[in-house]
């Protein structure tokens, strides 16, 4: 079993929808996770942190369930900018503190057509 | 505020050569990881640098090694390279007393003849 697993897509939906992306993990000692966004050739930037109550930030809402080992990213009013591979990442921990080695998905991606 | 940067951008080797990549980290990190990132997947960690030390290692070869200088800059050397190495390699810096989120560089795309 992958230690991070996302669907690849292509998810295809028109301007202004409400898509959702979903991951497991399968090491139930992680400890911080992520949704990291990719544009065609570029590097993964953050695009929230995971917390366990749940939070948003704008069109964008992560939800992180521990008992089930799943998180879950949420885009309301979809624009073209949003456009991208939506990267699921965990954090086992690390050495003396540190965040240690991140684990990504293979990542999804989301085209938003007008 | 200068953040992540990598270089050289591209780079073309052939089979059996070696090649050194480097990184800068963003101002104020003390930490470089580094990853692969091959087309369609996801970056797969190779290996953490902090206080001059290899600190965790992925799942690669000995062929990759890499170095850490006393103002944290960081590279990766990849020795008898194999058409497989063709790849995206990233930098990601972060502050190793803190659990903020790291930062990725441009990274460097390697192919290989």
């Known amino acids: 079993r992958k230690e991070v697993e996302q669907d690849p897509g292509p998810f295809n939906v028109p301007e202004g929808a409400t898509v959702a992306f979903n991951c497991t993990y399968s090491?139930?000692?992680?400890?911080?996770f992520f949704w990291y966004r990719q544009d065609c050739r570029k590097e993964p930037k953050l695009l929230m942190s995971?917390?366990?109550s749940g939070n948003e930030d704008g069109r964008f809402t992560a939800q992180l369930n521990r008992a089930s080992q799943y998180i879950s990213l949420l885009i309301r009013d979809s624009k073209l900018s949003d456009s991208a591979t939506y990267l699921c990442v965990v954090n086992i921990g690390g050495y003396g503190g540190s965040q240690g080695n991140l684990i990504f998905g293979k990542g999804t991606k989301l085209s938003v057509k007008p | 505020d200068a953040g992540v940067t990598q270089s050289p951008t591209h780079l073309i080797k052939t089979r059996g050569q070696q090649v050194t990549l480097r990184c800068s980290p963003k101002s104020g990190h003390d930490t470089v990881s580094w990853y692969q990132q091959a087309l369609g997947q996801g970056p797969q960690f190779i290996f953490q640098?902090?206080?001059?030390?290899?600190?965790q290692r992925g799942n690669f070869p000995d062929r990759f090694s890499g170095h850490q200088f006393p103002n944290y800059s960081s590279e990766l050397n990849v020795n008898a390279l194999l058409l497989g190495d063709s790849a995206l390699y990233l930098c990601?810096?972060?502050?190793?007393?803190?659990?903020?989120?790291?930062?990725f560089g441009d990274g460097t795309r390697l192919s290989i003849l």
């Open positions: 990601a810096s972060s502050s190793y007393m803190t659990t903020q989120p790291q930062h």
């Open positions: 640098y902090y206080e001059e030390e290899e600190r």
């Open positions: 090491n139930s000692a992680s400890q911080s």
């Open positions: 995971v917390y366990s």
